[in-house]
């Protein structure tokens, strides 16, 4: 059994904020899993389904701060770090921080934004600090990046790059609801949003503790192995032109923790791998063109990869 004091926190967190998100808990439980590895996330969906909901409400229930960044096509990287300003009470320049200094930040269509102002998130995203005329600010900790777009409108768009595509650590889609899980939406929100309600179920403080509880779970050699050879099998793919970095075998082993942790396991089986490898690793290859043409996505080339690749029999 996992330690039963993090796993009551993390279920708490994940039950907080479905009452938001109604019948979306695996989604819930992947943002969750981000969260406690101080990832960030991509959520590809359309309109209506929740995005901004889903950020509010893991901001609320973590006593976090939350700011919202609208990208736009006339958005500048100074909305978004924030700019030295002349004060002329005291006569000197002062800082005044834009919305990325918070805990939880959405950013709100992130490829509508030119692919100068997206760089702007680069260091913010790796490294935790925002960088403005010389001088470096630490970011809030937990710090974490939700960032959204429309995967149907594609007319005036930037794409992501891959060095920013690989500084998320899961991409999700939140997809519509079932008929009476909607149903259950409308209830729901006949006298008022639900979120309006929510309260905190655990400090932003404490998900340092919950890390250390992530840490903690083991994973098995055969199961590291099993990671790198999913993870290195796409840079031998004749079908692949970019295969997955570094960076996704890391993201892919804590992710796999986090996710043990979840479901209450002191250890990472082959399935929690094979379960988070789509998430994980599909927003970070680039399928040729060839394989493109044909209709073939980088998702389907992970589900082709994790069919095929050998899982480790003997894995505890």
């Not at 950020?55 to 990208?71: D, E, N, V, W």
Request: aromatic share 6%; proline share 7%.
């Amino acid at each position: 059994m996992a330690q039963a004091p993090a796993l009551e926190r993390v279920h708490a967190l994940v039950d907080n904020v479905e009452r938001v998100i109604i019948g979306k808990r695996a989604v819930v439980e992947l943002l969750v899993v981000a969260l406690l590895c101080e990832g960030h996330v991509l959520i590809e969906d359309v309109p209506g389904t929740g995005k901004t909901t889903l950020a509010r409400a893991l901001a609320r229930s973590i006593s976090g701060t939350f700011r919202r960044i609208q990208f736009t096509p006339d958005l500048l990287p100074s909305d978004v770090t924030g700019i030295f300003f002349f004060n002329q009470r005291t006569a000197e320049f002062e800082f005044r921080p834009g919305p990325i200094l918070a805990n939880i930040v959405l950013a709100d269509e992130i490829n509508r934004a030119t692919p100068r102002t997206q760089s702007s998130l680069l260091e913010c995203m790796e490294e935790r600090n925002v960088t403005v005329e010389g001088v470096t600010y630490p970011l809030p900790r937990p710090f974490m990046v939700l960032a959204t777009q429309n995967p149907v409108e594609l007319e005036g768009t930037f794409p992501l790059p891959e060095a920013q595509l690989d500084r998320f650590m899961l991409r999700i889609a939140i997809g519509y609801p079932s008929q009476q899980e909607e149903e259950q939406i409308i209830l729901a929100q006949g006298s008022g949003h639900p979120i309006d309600i929510l309260e905190p179920v655990i400090e932003a403080g404490a998900i340092f503790e919950l890390r250390d509880a992530v840490a903690d779970i083991h994973v098995a050699p055969d199961v590291r192995r099993y990671v790198t050879q999913l993870v290195r099998s796409t840079r031998d793919h004749g079908q692949i032109e970019l295969g997955v970095s570094p960076r996704g075998s890391l993201a892919l082993y804590r992710a796999a923790q986090a996710y043990a942790l979840i479901r209450d396991r002191p250890f990472v089986t082959p399935d929690d791998v094979k379960y988070l490898a789509p998430s994980v690793l599909a927003h970070r290859l680039i399928p040729s063109s060839e394989t493109r043409l044909r209709g073939k996505t980088a998702a389907d080339l992970i589900a082709e990869l994790v069919a095929t690749v050998a899982v480790p029999v003997e894995a505890l």
